[in-house]
């Protein structure tokens, strides 16, 4: 049986890095890739026995790769931290690391959301590369919503992976500034440039998308929750791009 190398990347996460940990047990080896938390992530990680690296964050795709990169083992599982392996998911890896005919995977995620799964809003087919050979596959480099560089043979587990995203309304939008910023940040890097039009159209239009035409009504208030503040973000992007623009703080 091929060997397993775990990846989390973390910044703050005391809340969910003991139970991210644990669901990977069953890997040889577990990295942390943390930001310089301020809080006990770290502490919890190296109780656990997890192998800690610090690096200070510049991107996603830099932050995933530099742990790759450190990895000990040719195939890694990587985890964000609100995710968590079930025990169906983990036999799946266990047998697929075997014989693997593939150079990635895709998994299926179950998401949840303020204690609600969500079944539509635009997260019904959500789907992540979540198991991958080192030798053959690194993150493309961008800023925001990173994803992998993938090779010919990719192939699809079964079994889906809990996403236990935004316990509450803090934490989203502490995520959505985040991702706002960066995606300001690759438009001012293309010499795109603020218009009224694109911060009301396209974050009206975002609302719609994710709350009629993608069935968010049907999630109940947490369907309304996601359309909003997906517009939320897409008014936050411009109006930070607008900043940059202007040269502002």
């Known amino acids: 049986m091929n060997k397993i190398s775990a990846i989390i990347p973390t910044f703050n996460e005391e809340e969910n890095i003991e139970a991210a940990i644990k ?126 560089a993938l090779p010919n043979k990719v192939g699809y587990l079964k079994n889906k992976l809990d996403h236990f995203t935004y316990k509450d309304f803090d934490s989203f939008i502490r995520k959505k500034n985040k991702v706002a910023q960066l995606q300001a940040k690759i438009l001012a890097n293309s010499n795109k440039k603020f218009s009224f039009y694109l911060l009301f159209a396209k974050s009206s239009y975002r609302f719609w998308n994710h709350y009629l035409f993608r069935r968010g009504f049907l999630d109940g208030f947490q369907g309304f929750f996601i359309a909003s503040f997906y517009a939320y973000t897409i008014f936050t992007r411009y109006i930070k791009l607008w900043i940059i623009n202007k040269g502002l703080k």
């Open 23 to 148: 669901c990977v047990s069953f890997a040889d080896e577990i990295i942390v890739i943390d930001s310089f938390s301020s809080d006990n992530t770290i502490s919890i990680a190296k109780k656990l026995g997890a192998r800690v690296l610090s690096r200070i964050f510049d991107d996603f795709s830099s932050q995933k790769n530099y742990a790759i990169e450190k990895a000990s083992h040719k195939w890694i599982i990587l985890l964000d931290a609100d995710e968590r392996v079930g025990k169906a998911l983990k036999a799946e890896i266990l047998k697929l690391m075997i014989n693997p005919i593939s150079n990635a995977y895709w998994v299926y995620r179950r998401n949840y959301l303020l204690g609600r799964e969500i079944k539509y809003s635009g997260w019904q087919n959500d789907k992540v590369i979540r198991i991958i050979d080192k030798d053959s596959c690194r993150y493309n480099g961008k800023l925001v919503h990173e994803e992998i």
